[in-house]
DNA sequence: TTGTACGCGTTATCAT
DNA sequence: ATGATAACGCGTACAA
């Protein structure tokens, strides 16, 4: 490999001067720069990155810490954040927590002594250990929210609480939630939020749960679900999926004998019988915001303290007024 | 911080004794190893790995290139790579080039300045460019077959061939193939031994494509389908999701007028109507078997060319005998 | 505008 | 068994 000072030796001058020539172009001759430039490129020079973290204190990587992969819910968020990070020249240091606490712990404090910050979304993981590992090096959360820690979330609560309005329009007035992971902060709220709304339009509210998001967690909750219920708002897709077959499988009819909607939108939903009503989370856009946060935080730039972008439903054929009364 | 230099003063030692005690134990007096050990505890002590790194030529970090995230397939391929890089203390750093050569070659060459080496899944992408990058640093590829390149492939050929197979078994004369991405690494090592086994068993193969790996063309090719193929293969589940609507809405019924498998098998395909038969692909021993490759490839040790992980057929509903023809 | 010289934190070599 | 010291490759005061 070529050093820099190969090529400050193939242009004839002085490693300062060479560092300079690529670096910042505007303190150099315009004569020298040219010749600087010309060696580097002959030479296929490329600056060491060992070398230059080691004097700048910066390595150029984000760390993405993300419970797990498997769901779809994190391929766009990761490839939004890969594209961001990209655009200002950094790379993405990915790790995979599994939803396991002591595992994330270790793989964030790991990440972290190789990157310049560090982006989480953890649903796991106590809010002391955040706010401690937040002190220690730049951290940005993802759909959590702790304290004033920087975070972008995907406001879904909002979101939701609008998908149960138009619910409660269609004149439904007993409504089960089918809730997500025990301990989730993002079912915390959309918990909170709708039992709010149910309150305020005095109707029934169920809570089903807690539950592991996941298919089959779905076909058992549609077993458990109340038969006067009728709508379910469902945590998220995989619940969602698995609800549409255990209420075929139950002869409860979609939207028929009960409506059905979900809480976040993976693409298979709108390809269902019937296609589902469902919540369009902007998670691209979440990764991406998450690493333009991190930047301005590494550039000590401390704008906002909580981002959140907006989730709108998206009405399907899954939801109709209930059969026993007419729109109000 | 602490630095190193900071942990000897601590323990009265000199760095280069407290260098050792850290990473060589047996080089050291008992004494003075826990004397240092202790230090170190108490200070808080990390290894700078940029200092580390420049010194050592080693970085710790795998880079990972692959097409795209929102293909489910790759989801596991990253898991499997993680969960193996953490065992040898390596991290993995993430780029996807979206099947966009150009963007490829460039994150591959910038991240394998910070990387050990690359692990590459590049469906796209000229045989010669990915030569030359493995005569500049270590690289094993993935699914994707180079000269004597390290390499790591799911034999999906073998696996497809025996579902080719079973359908022949069935008594189907007349199959169609619905191929992939146009100049597919993996599309056209399966059109080959389609081809080679149709010729064999004296049936047609019609080989509809090349067509993107997406759930819409998938109902376009549904709609393009000769009326008497009595079986249809395609190259992954999207496109056999499409197909399923594609059928159901041209009024042709699964299996009863035309059977239907997958040369993948992502979860959804179990939970179909009807369940769709499938090659089992071992997707997450791919992506750990890449890094254990690599970190071979590191060490000096090179083994193996070509490691081949097999495949097979799991059979469900969507694939019976041919209406006309009884079973031979 | 350019060059000299030092520091970043670690590992490795060579003495002692 | 331990210590002094030289790399590793780069950026950047400071001097000229």
């Not at 935080?297 to 054929?317: E, M, N």
């Amino acid at each position: 490999m070529a050093t820099l000072m190969d090529v400050a030796r193939a242009a004839g001058v002085s490693k300062a001067t060479a560092s300079r020539a690529l670096q910042r172009p505007e303190l150099v001759a315009e004569a020298t720069r040219l010749r600087v430039l010309d060696a580097a490129q002959r030479l296929g020079f490329h600056p060491n990155a060992a070398a230059r973290a080691l004097t700048t204190g910066r390595t150029g990587l984000v760390g993405l810490v993300v419970p797990t992969l498997s769901n779809p819910f994190f391929a766009p968020l990761v490839m939004g954040a890969q594209q961001t990070a990209e655009k200002t020249d950094h790379h993405l240091l990915i790790a995979v927590s599994e939803y396991d606490p002591t595992r994330e712990a270790e793989l964030a404090d790991r990440l972290a002594e190789q990157a310049d910050g560090l982006i989480m979304v953890t649903p796991v993981g106590t809010d002391t250990a955040l706010r401690e590992r937040a002190r220690r090096f730049p951290l940005v959360l993802v759909d959590r929210q702790v304290g004033r820690l920087p975070a972008v979330v995907a406001d879904t609560a909002t979101g939701l609480a609008q998908l149960m309005d138009h619910l409660l329009d269609q004149g439904h007035r007993d409504i089960a939630y089918v809730s997500g992971p025990a301990g989730s902060w993002a079912d915390g709220q959309r918990s909170a939020i709708l039992t709010e709304r149910a309150e305020q339009a005095k109707a029934r509210l169920r809570v089903l749960g807690p539950l592991p998001p996941t298919f089959d967690a779905g076909i058992e909750a549609a077993r458990a679900l109340p038969r006067d219920a009728t709508a379910v708002l469902a945590y998220n897709s995989y619940l969602t999926l698995g609800l549409l077959h255990g209420l075929a499988a139950a002869n409860r009819r979609v939207p028929e004998d009960v409506s059905l909607a979900a809480a976040d939108d993976l693409s298979s939903l709108r390809s269902t019988t019937p296609p589902v009503t469902a919540l369009d989370v902007p998670v691209e856009e979440v990764g991406a915001l998450a690493v333009t946060r991190l930047i301005d935080l590494l550039a000590g730039r401390h704008v906002t303290v909580t981002s959140r972008l907006p989730s709108r439903p998206v009405l399907r054929a899954s939801t109709a007024p209930p059969a026993a009364s007419a729109h109000r």
